[in-house]
């Protein structure tokens, strides 16, 4: 599948009716995810025919991506009911055979499930300081493979610092310098829209190291 074929269906997906601010909802543009989710295949491999989680998955857009891109299976977990029945919504759409589960990330155990690939938006840390980082380690505790992972960019230094001393990650290499499109979706907004940096992000599990590279 084409670049723009990838973002032209994920640019058609239904997206949150009504976001929750505590939770950071915001939804992945077409853009980035088509973006995040054609480099990991394309550039190292990390989606066909492998077995993909999609953390805090929201609507669903990026682990339908990972399901249009040839992903051996596909579970997307989010805390939140309503985004998991659009997500569901949105991979019925797309003729796509998808597990969503309803949890809360920093609680998941895998122990019975392998997971090679973990690829995620997860919330920037601006509601509930560290939110961020939770994801991450949870994410790197239960990837085979690799971890793909959107941050803010002003958090480069602190996401590669601790994702290498503290969350067992063997490589923490930033890809690219993205534009993530916020849209005024809440009261205190008072832009129609705000660009902000964001870095596209490819952890290694340090189990891992040497082998997937």
């Known amino acids: 599948m084409k670049l723009k074929q990838l973002e032209s269906l994920l640019g058609s997906l239904q997206q949150f009716d009504r976001p929750k601010i505590e939770l950071e909802q915001y939804p992945t543009g077409p853009h980035i995810a088509s973006r995040l989710l054609y480099t990991a295949e394309n550039s190292f491999g990390d989606l066909s025919d492998k077995v993909v989680a999609d953390f805090g998955c929201g609507c669903g857009t990026l682990g339908l991506a990972a399901g249009l891109l040839g ?3 596909v579970t997307g977990f ?29 609680n998941l155990t895998l122990s019975d499930r392998h997971i090679d690939t973990v690829v995620m938006n997860p919330p920037f840390g601006t509601r509930k300081k560290g939110a961020d980082m939770e994801f991450l380690s949870v994410a790197l505790k239960v990837a085979s493979r690799a971890v793909y992972s959107l941050h803010k960019t002003s958090t480069r230094d602190h996401i ?18 993205l534009r993530f499109d916020v849209p005024q979706l809440y009261k205190f907004h008072k832009k129609k829209e705000v660009d902000v940096a964001v870095d596209l992000w490819r952890f290694i599990p340090t189990s891992n190291q040497g082998r997937h590279l």
């Open 160 to 177: 590669r610092r601790t994702a290498l001393r503290e969350y067992n990650a063997s490589s923490a290499e930033v890809l690219c310098e």
């Open 71 to 73: 992903a051996e299976h």
């Open 78 to 106: 989010d805390i939140d009911q309503e985004s998991i029945e659009i997500a569901t919504s949105n991979a019925d759409e797309l003729d796509l055979d998808i597990d969503f589960v309803q949890c809360d990330i920093r």
